[in-house]
């Protein structure tokens, strides 16, 4: 469904990615790993359009995305949910929302999308008028995750969705995370959160300084974490593993 | 000695100053750019006003109807032709551009008509009064706050009730993140333009009203008052920016009814005064927006 091939990238002087290739599979859940700065993010803003790369090809259904722009990717079925969410602080829930249906134009559709939301975060109901600014980071998080459904993605990209979050919500976002990929939403996850992730992954791929390091299933991963285990142990000590 | 006569008057002119602040604001909302090409599009609005009239001899509502689009016209294409190409590159680079385009539209003022003042039509309405309780109002006063006033409201409801308006919010906000969700830079930044050049256009008409001429030069004042009405209500956000109008426009009133009469000349000098005043004690103006997003890269 998405590949990428031989991906490098820049930041002004600073170059954060120096070959990165890796597929994701049509009904895949697949996570990118590593240590700050090892590429993740950047990976992820490549492929949305916000960073362009400065080598490589990237193909989403057969199609090149390669000098697209941020609003023409989303329209390819591609949505991202940042580091941080990026929800609209001055707009309320309900404005955050009407803006990920951007691409959509069917009203009936709307409502029934919306309906599906309030299903799936009971609690942005109640917040349905309240700023976005004013939500709590777990509420800010599943607005984020619900404006990037209204869009009906075929790929979802998640950034560290689980970071600055209590534990019982890390555990809800987990779980709905599970339950996306279940309904056969294809899942591109970004996590710090190594172990709970190769939890719930198909396959995973560890970056290391802008390279890609291991790649395979949780267990194969998890077997050759144990002899390269150094680069996880390093930053995140290893009960994270 | 607050009399009704100054009281409509402060109004007028309040009214005018946050239509005039809500087109530079609305623009720098989005691209973080202090257009002071801004002011020329004023001026273009009265050549236009001035220019038709001397071609056709319509009717003058209609005149100002095309005095107005021609604003519009002129504040897009200079999005389309002089932002645009440089919109990625710096926001220097966008300053200087509308610092061109400020020198060009002038100069082509000067060229095409005359570096001298030229007569505008205004309807008879502008130079009758109307006795409101007692007072005498001239109606062109009244048509200002009426015009301003059915502005601020279509404004707010384009801004709260279409996708439109509300992605022009989102895209103040958090500009990158309002792409990703599917919503082209170029139709934001082009509406934020439209509806700067259409502020232009209004006020243009009514600015124009008080002198009844048009020069080259006319832009510059009203772009003056939409920089100190920002500095007062904060230039992050609209509602600053209505606010900072009315405060200057109610300030400079009670320093015109203060002031002894020798001292009238150096109104703008104590308003000056006030302004650094209100920058020492409250930097980000009146109106605070804590949301305010970074720069479109």
């Not at chain 1, 198909?202 to 802008?210: E, F, M």
Request: glycine share 8%.
């Amino acid at each position: 469904m998405l590949t990428l091939t031989n991906i490098h990238a820049k930041y002004g002087s600073i170059t954060a990615l120096r070959g990165i290739s890796l597929e994701v599979k049509e009904g895949e859940m697949v996570a990118l790993i590593g240590v700050n700065g090892a590429g993740k993010s950047t990976t992820l803003a490549t492929i949305a359009g916000t960073l362009k790369p400065a080598q490589g090809t990237i193909t989403f259904q057969g199609v090149s995305l390669v000098g697209s722009k941020p609003e023409q990717i989303v329209r390819k079925g591609i949505a991202l949910v940042p580091e941080g969410r990026d929800i609209f602080p001055s707009l309320t829930v309900e404005e955050n929302l009407r803006l990920g249906a951007f691409t959509r134009n069917d009203r009936a559709e709307y409502k029934r999308d919306m309906d599906e939301m309030f299903a799936l975060f009971p609690i942005l109901k109640n917040r349905l008028n309240q700023l976005g600014g004013t939500l709590s980071g777990g509420e800010q998080q599943q607005l984020a995750i619900a404006r990037a459904l209204m869009s009906h993605p075929k790929l979802l990209m998640l950034d560290e969705p689980s970071l600055g979050l209590a534990p019982t919500l890390v555990d809800q976002i987990f779980e709905l995370i599970v339950t996306l990929h279940q309904r056969g939403v294809t899942i591109l996850l970004v996590e710090q959160n190594v172990e709970r992730s190769l939890e719930i992954v198909d396959r995973a791929y560890l970056l290391n300084t802008g390279r890609l390091e291991v790649e395979g299933t949780p267990a194969q991963l998890q077997e050759r974490i144990d002899i390269q285990g150094i680069y996880l142990g390093q930053h995140k000590g290893r009960n994270s593993l | 000695m607050i009399t009704l006569d100054f009281l409509i008057n402060a109004i007028t002119l309040g009214s005018l100053y946050a239509l005039i602040a809500l087109g530079l604001v609305i623009v720098y909302g989005i691209l973080k750019l202090a257009n002071f090409a801004y002011g020329e599009f004023i001026m273009v609005g009265g050549y236009a006003l001035y220019m038709i009239s001397t071609i056709a001899p319509l009717p003058w509502l209609i005149l100002a109807i095309l005095a107005v689009l021609t604003a519009v016209a002129v504040s897009y294409f200079t999005e389309l032709i002089a932002f645009r190409p440089v919109r990625e590159k710096s926001l220097t680079a966008l300053l200087i551009t509308s610092f061109a385009v400020s020198t060009l539209l002038q100069n082509a003022a000067l060229i095409i008509v005359s570096p001298r003042a030229k007569a505008v039509p205004l309807p008879q309405l502008f130079s009758t009064s109307i006795n409101i309780l007692g007072s005498d109002v001239p109606v062109r006063n009244v048509l200002t706050i009426i015009t301003a006033f059915a502005i601020f409201g279509l404004l707010t409801l384009l801004l709260r009730k279409t996708v439109l308006g509300i992605a022009l919010r989102a895209a103040a906000d958090n500009f990158k993140m309002t792409r990703m969700l599917g919503v082209p830079a170029n139709l934001v930044i082009s509406a934020a333009f439209i509806i700067s050049g259409l502020l232009a256009g209004v006020v243009s008409i009514f600015w124009v009203g008080r002198t009844a001429s048009v020069t080259p030069t006319i832009g510059a004042a009203p772009l003056l008052v939409a920089f100190i009405a920002c500095v007062i209500g904060g230039m992050n956000s609209l509602l600053g920016a209505v606010v900072g109008g009315f405060v200057y426009g109610f300030l400079f009133s009670f320093l015109s009814l203060l002031l002894p009469q020798g001292l009238l000349d150096y109104r703008e000098a104590f308003m000056f005064v006030i302004v650094i005043l209100i920058l020492l004690f409250r930097p980000e103006g009146l109106i605070r927006n804590k949301y305010s997003g970074e720069r479109v890269g």
